[in-house]
Every structure is written in structure tokens, then in C-alpha cells.
Nanobody, 126 residues
Framework: QVQLVESGGGLVQAGGSLRLSCAAS????????MGWFRQAPGKEREFVAA??????????YYADSVKGRFTISRDNPKNTMYLQMDSLKPEDTAVYYC?????????????????WGQGTQITVSS
């Protein structure tokens, strides 16, 4: 059974940085695309960033709202994915979810992701 466990959330001032981690188990981590999504109160869950598996070249893909500020990466031997978040803004406040795709190539489509973590809260104060 695939399990995804996020860590690294918290409270930060605007302009600050945080790094999220997602530890995965239960399948061959390196093959599959992984992603980050977020959900703010009263809003739909939205795509943040994704990274392809090694068999698809490991390319990355970002939402326009975070491009240039967030960096997604993965450490395949450690079965862990990361999201480095810099220049944080109050509008980045949300619960952030790690997601495991059913495919090798990254996408922004929520339905492509079969496995989800429990979520971690990020709060950015102004």
C-alpha cells in the first residue's frame, strides 16, 4: 500500500521560506510522477508543482502563481520529494498535499494522482 507523509509546514512571515518534504513508501518511487497541490479555506484544491519520474526524464512543471518562487525536486534513493518555497506571500496560505501519480509524466490534472498525503498547513503572515 502506498503511503505519503508530508512534513515541514508551519507559520512564516511574508517574504520568508519553507521547505516541505514528502516521504513515500509502497511502490517504486523513482518511476512515477509526483506532485504538490494546495487547498485554501473555501477554495478548490489546486495544482502547485509536479515532477516526472526518472523514466520520463524528471522534468518539472509549475503553476503560474508559484513559478520562479517554488522549486520541486526529488531524491529517488531516499524516496522523498521536496518543495522549496521562497518569497512566500499571504496568498500562499493553504493546506499543502503531496500526491503520487498513476503515470510517469508530470501533469497538473488532479485526477492523474491516485495517492495523497494527509496535508500540512502553511500559513504566511503579512
Amino acid at each position: 500500500q502506498v503511503q505519503l507523509v508530508e512534513s515541514g509546514g508551519g507559520l512564516v512571515q511574508a517574504g520568508g521560506s519553507l521547505r516541505l518534504s514528502c516521504a513515500a513508501s509502497g511502490r517504486t518511487f523513482s518511476n512515477y510522477a509526483m506532485g504538490w497541490f494546495r487547498q485554501a479555506p473555501g477554495k478548490e484544491r489546486e495544482f502547485v508543482a509536479a515532477i516526472s519520474g526518472s523514466r520520463s526524464g524528471g522534468g518539472t512543471y509549475y503553476a503560474d502563481s508559484v513559478k520562479g518562487r517554488f522549486t520541486i525536486s526529488r531524491d529517488n534513493p531516499k524516496n522523498t520529494m521536496y518543495l522549496q518555497m521562497d518569497s512566500l506571500k499571504p496568498e500562499d496560505t493553504a493546506v499543502y498535499y503531496c500526491a503520487g501519480s498513476a503515470y510517469w509524466t508530470a501533469s497538473a490534472r488532479r485526477n492523474d494522482y491516485t495517492y495523497w498525503g494527509q496535508g500540512t498547513q502553511i500559513t504566511v503572515s503579512s
